[in-house]
């Protein structure tokens, strides 16, 4: 079992920042892939963006291009999601989650992630 655990979110104004962090630990972990997603109410989860493990190659979606920055310190396990410029749009539960794969075609669908963190709330005020 992989463990994880975010921590980071809050309540920030328009074009604020936060910092996200999701903190791995259990046996073996071995993620291929880590990646962030939010959900907001009545809406379905949707994927933020990933970072693969072994080449620190990133991905995005769109809305978090040129705003968002993913990065991983493997010391400490540990993925950070950098969020700059936030809007009341993003305001949502994030989630970070792990998978011992890459699959070329759907690595953004959350159904390729084998484990989820509890999620925290980023509140954005206008």
């Known amino acids: 079992q992989v463990q994880l655990v975010e921590s980071g979110g809050g309540l920030v104004q328009a074009g604020g920042s936060l910092r996200l962090s999701c903190s791995a630990s259990g046996r073996a972990f071995s993620s291929t892939l880590m990646g962030w997603f939010h959900q907001a109410p009545g809406k379905e989860r949707e994927f933020v963006a990933a970072?693969?493990?072994?080449?620190?190659?990133?991905y995005y979606a769109d809305s978090a291009k040129g705003r968002f920055t993913i990065s991983r310190d493997n010391a400490k396990n540990t993925v950070y999601l950098q969020m700059n410029s936030l809007k009341p749009e993003d305001t949502a539960v994030y989630s970070c989650?792990?998978?011992?794969?890459?699959?070329?075609?759907?690595?953004?669908?959350?159904?390729?992630?084998?484990?989820w963190g509890q999620g925290t709330q980023v509140s954005v005020s206008s």
């Open positions: 970072i693969r493990w072994s080449t620190r190659s990133t």
């Open positions: 989650a792990a998978s011992s794969r890459f699959a070329l075609n759907t690595w953004y669908q959350p159904y390729e992630y084998d484990y």
